[in-house]
């Protein structure tokens, strides 16, 4: 026995009355439903077998404002002829369109029409002439009669000829078309079944209340049943961008750690974005194919000549760090050009200048920007996790561990570190972490403890654990992305269905 509720009943009898066939204002005035829950009542019974609905889409015509002021008091061209009648079937336009009481605004448009129709002709000095009687009501006109009197019309009702007519009609730009779709609900071979087997309606209750419990009245009235396993509607609600999402927890967990986060300025000189950081003034990195210069301004000023002295003395001889530094000589014009920093080191050299007792744990995620060839692993603009910790006795053991401890809270739990080499730190390792959609090892930073040649010229005499790297490859492995290029497309159905981050 298929169950029905209240609702369905009611519009199968309503179709029955109708002889199986019938639209939905027709069900909504014979069952007393509203339109919602009638359409609701349909789709159920449609799932059921018992009805089929059928769609059809009509075109309605209707007047706009200068239609329904033509159609009161007629086409401009109709005044002016009828006009022109009076006055003998010659007179001046002048003469004419004082005559017609017609606006200035449809002279232009009467006397065109009047020449398309060929109702009247105009002859050398502004004259109209007309050898008409009153002309015959043409299509168009008949149309706006129609409207009028009889309002919106279905396009598909109408004859050929005022088919027509809404086209000249709406190039006139007296009408407007409007599509609607009009749903016809028709009774089943089962539907006619079990109508003919009889419905007697009974009115459901669909929240138990207090009352009907105190006095047992839910023992005679009919509960209504809810399918719980039904598929609710999709909804969107606004969220934050997966991207911006991982930002926002590395954050949290970086600050959960004890860290404090900095930022800092995107255009840098090349001397903190390089010659802090001791790497030599010709190195391809610096070139233009891998770094954005500044065109204007070109230069920026450096700090105070105590420390660029020093920076370029470790870079020339190595100073007194015990280094042979780069044997060559250092410009400090190079060191002046303005860049778009290409890693946030930069801002980390230089908050350790100016903070040079310990202890210091601080952070960034920021954005960089390389001089890359995009391709789906590599953006010209993207986002480093940078972080440093500065205090007495700290070893690389201590970077591995928080390190493990930061990938760990992310839920990266297969982690390994290999020995590298980066040119500001020494000892320098790499992390990797196993992506099991992959099967392989993908390194995500790199770290280590900056060199002598990068603290003494700023005066910090403790040692400095370091580590960055790129977020994007990080994202590319929690959002399982495997183009970069992707994170950035805005593709609003990945969106909508990638989840929100979990904390």
Not at 4 to 17: C, H, V
Request: charged share 25%; aromatic share 8%; proline share 4%.
């Amino acid at each position: 026995m298929i169950e029905l509720r209240g609702n369905e009943q009611k519009t199968l009898l309503a179709l029955q009355k109708l002889e199986g066939k019938g639209q939905v204002d027709q069900i909504v005035e014979i069952s007393g439903l509203a339109h919602a829950a009638a359409m609701r009542a349909a789709l159920a019974l449609s799932t059921k077998n018992l009805i089929q609905i059928n769609e059809q889409t009509q075109t309605i015509v209707i007047l706009n404002d200068e239609g329904k002021y033509h159609a009161q008091n007629g086409l401009p061209e109709r005044r002016l002829i009828h006009a022109l009648i009076k006055l003998g079937g010659k007179a001046s336009v002048k003469e004419t369109v004082k005559k017609a009481a017609l606006e200035e605004k449809f002279c232009t448009i009467a006397l065109g029409w009047l020449h398309r129709k060929g109702w009247a002709t105009l002859e050398e000095k502004e004259h109209l002439l007309t050898t008409h009687r009153e002309p015959s009501v043409g299509i168009d006109e008949k149309l706006l009669d129609l409207l009028r009197e009889k309002g919106p019309q279905v396009r598909e009702s109408l004859n050929k000829d005022l088919q027509k007519a809404i086209i000249v009609l709406k190039s006139r730009k007296l009408v407007e078309t409007d599509e609607k779709t009009l749903r016809e609900l028709e009774l089943t071979k089962a539907g006619w079944e079990l109508v003919e087997q009889g419905i007697e309606i009974v009115e459901e209750v669909s929240q138990l209340t207090p009352d009907l419990v105190h006095t047992r009245k839910w023992q005679k009235v009919k509960l209504r049943k809810f399918d719980v396993t039904a598929p609710g509607p999709a909804v969107y609600p606004g969220k934050i961008h997966p991207l911006q999402q991982i930002i926002q927890r590395i954050r949290e967990i970086f600050l959960e750690m004890g860290f404090t986060e900095i930022r800092g300025s995107i255009v840098q000189t090349a001397f903190w974005n390089f010659d802090a950081l001791f790497q030599p003034q010709d190195h391809p990195a610096r070139e233009m194919m891998d770094t954005f210069y500044l065109s204007n301004p070109k230069t920026g000023k450096l700090p105070e000549r105590r420390i660029v002295d020093r920076v370029a003395k470790t870079h020339m001889d190595g100073w007194k760090t015990g280094s042979r530094g780069w044997q060559y000589s250092w410009s400090r014009d190079e060191a002046k050009k303005l860049i778009i920093r290409t890693h946030t080191t930069a801002v980390t050299i230089h908050y350790l200048a100016e903070h040079q007792e310990p202890p210091a744990k601080v952070f960034s995620v920021d954005r960089i920007y390389r001089n890359e060839k995009l391709d789906y692993q590599h953006l010209a603009e993207l986002h480093q996790i940078e972080g440093v910790i500065m205090d007495k006795g700290v070893t690389l053991r201590d970077l591995i561990g928080t390190l493990r401890e930061f990938y760990f809270r992310l839920g990266l739990k297969k982690v390994q570190f290999w020995p590298s080499y980066f040119p500001y730190t020494e000892p320098s390792a790499q992390s990797t972490v196993y992506v099991p959609k992959l099967k392989t090892w993908m390194e995500l930073c790199g770290m280590g403890m900056f060199r002598p040649e990068v603290l003494e010229p700023f005066g910090i005499k403790y040692p400095v654990l370091a580590w960055g790297g790129g977020l994007e490859r990080l994202a590319m492995v929690m959002l399982d992305v495997d183009d970069i290029r992707f994170l950035y497309k805005n593709d609003l159905g990945w969106i909508r269905r990638t989840p929100v981050c979990q904390q």
